[in-house]
């Protein structure tokens, strides 16, 4: 069975502050992908990245980033200068073939 | 741009009666998918599809059934509705199964009376 955990539930950042939301992952599969969405208040989930086993070189797109840690099984996710747009809930999802699995997210709100 | 439409954002049923729910997506994907989303439990599996008539059990199928009649269009059905399936419904297509992005429909918020 695989998992993922998502221990943070909610957390509250002040504009312009960074903030890591953290992803833990559980598998027996050698070869699966990562990803990240952003749920914001309108309800569809947004995709934001993937990643392959394989690959553990960390990514930046504009302020966002990922740290991907195949020894600890982590796939964080970074938020550098938050804005009140990024407040939503954040969802870590697992895939390998015909499985797929989803953490429980955290919701993030940005105070102005 | 891919779209995943779903028939209806908000629908109000009574317990015992059945209810589809729809989910069609224009870009020829072989991959559709059904979850529940409910607060503190994520988006559960519940029903997957990985070609026309084919289907394949998540996490929680149980009092749920699918359809899948037609490449684009992947049908939820609740047989005979209770009040624990009163959740948020996301649909979502792929291309592939593992690699690819899931692509989302906005959700469904049924709620049984």
């Known amino acids: 069975a695989q998992k993922v955990t998502q221990a943070q539930t909610e957390i509250s950042v002040v504009e312009k502050e960074d903030v890591t939301l953290d992803c833990v992952y559980e598998?027996?599969?050698?070869?699966?992908?990562l990803f990240w969405y952003k749920q914001p208040p309108s309800g569809e989930l947004v995709f934001l990245i993937r990643?392959?086993?394989?690959?553990?070189q960390n990514e930046i797109s504009g302020r966002y980033s990922w740290n991907f840690q195949k020894s600890t099984s982590s796939f964080n996710f970074t938020i550098t200068a938050s804005q009140v747009v990024d407040s939503a809930v954040y969802f870590c999802?697992?895939?390998?073939?015909?499985?797929?699995?989803f953490g429980t997210g955290t919701k993030l709100q940005v105070i102005p | 741009d891919v779209k995943v439409t779903q028939s209806s954002r908000y629908l109000v049923k009574r317990t015992g009666e059945k209810v589809f729910l729809e989910c069609v997506q224009d870009?020829?994907?072989?991959?559709m998918f059904w979850y529940r989303q409910d607060p503190g439990l994520g988006l559960r599996l519940i029903y997957f599809?990985?070609?026309?008539?084919?289907?394949e059990k998540g996490d929680i199928p149980e009092g749920y059934s699918v359809s899948r009649e037609k490449k684009e269009r992947f049908s939820l059905i609740l047989e005979s509705a209770s009040t624990n399936q009163t959740s948020m419904y996301l649909c979502?297509?792929?291309?592939?199964?593992?690699?690819?992005?899931?692509?989302f429909g906005p959700g469904t918020r049924l709620t049984v009376l």
């Open positions: 990643r392959n086993s394989f690959d553990e």
């Open positions: 979502a297509s792929s291309q592939g199964l593992a690699a690819d992005t899931q692509y």
């Open positions: 599809s990985y070609d026309v008539k084919m289907k």
């Open positions: 999802a697992l895939r390998s073939y015909q499985k797929v699995t």
């Open positions: 598998t027996r599969d050698t070869t699966y992908y």
């Open positions: 870009m020829d994907h072989e991959n």
